[in-house]
């Protein structure tokens, strides 16, 4: 049972463009939602994460959306450089803190 | 300050053989959760360890098993490899008990199994 649900799996951009990725999740459990970046041969490389009682984080050109009602999440990447060309994940994770749950992955191409 | 770090990176192993891999965690992080990333795909939680005992467990046979030392390092061992274990495996550490949230994942193993 695929309990995060990510889209698009893949998303090509022009360098200062604004990718958006989003996430839905069916666990109204979950109470703490990461993003992580990947780049091939790497590990996943956490980005920032918001909490469900925060509609909006923003952290440099990262910026979480989150709509509690509608059980999604959406990452915008402000002024998209050929640099944040990598894979993107979104997470969630239960009180117990245990485990991260994570969506399939969208591969970004930004474009020079 | 060093980062999580595996080893070995790469590794091939025959079907039916047993592996062990290794993890050291962030300093000074003593909670350590094992995930395996198939090729194109999200990681899958495997299990956590903390104060040396295991906190959590995902859908995984009891052939995968794990192990944390005093020094918070780690080990995840999968006895009778099957072909569909041919994943990159990853390390994640964290500080505090849990519940932890924010995770820290190291380069991870590259497992083939042929």
């Known amino acids: 049972q695929q309990q995060v649900k990510q889209s698009p799996q893949s998303l090509i951009v022009q360098k200062g463009g604004i990718p958006i990725i989003n996430c839905a999740y069916e666990?109204?459990?979950?109470?703490?939602f990461p993003w992580y970046q990947q780049f091939p041969g790497k590990g996943p490389a956490l980005l920032i994460a918001?909490?469900?009682?925060?509609s909006e984080k923003k952290e440099g050109r990262f910026t979480i959306s989150f709509n509690k009602s509608a059980k999604q999440f959406s990452l915008h990447i402000m002024d998209s450089q050929p640099g944040d060309s990598a894979t993107y994940f979104c997470?969630?994770?239960?009180?117990?803190?245990?485990?991260?749950?994570f969506g399939e992955g969208t591969q970004l191409t930004v474009n020079p | 300050e060093t980062g999580v770090t595996q080893s070995p990176t790469h590794l091939i192993k025959t079907r039916g053989q047993q592996v062990t891999l290794r993890c050291s965690s962030q300093?000074?992080?003593?909670?350590v959760s094992w995930y395996q990333q198939a090729l194109g795909q999200g990681p899958q939680f495997i299990f956590q360890?903390?104060?040396?005992?295991?906190?959590g467990r995902g859908n995984f046979p009891p052939r995968f098993s794990g192990l944390q030392f005093p020094n918070y390092s780690s080990e995840l061992n999968v006895n009778a490899l099957e072909l569909d274990d041919s994943a990159l495996y990853l390390c994640?550490?964290?500080?505090?008990?849990?519940?932890?949230?924010?995770?820290?994942f190291g380069p991870g193993t590259r497992l083939t199994v042929t």
């Open positions: 360890y903390y104060r040396e005992e295991e906190n």
């Open positions: 300093s000074g992080h003593n909670t």
């Open positions: 994640a550490s964290s500080l505090g008990r849990p519940p932890v949230y924010e995770q820290y």
């Open positions: 918001i909490r469900p009682d925060v």
């Open positions: 997470a969630a994770s239960e009180p117990s803190g245990s485990r991260l749950t």
């Open positions: 666990n109204t459990a979950f109470d703490y």
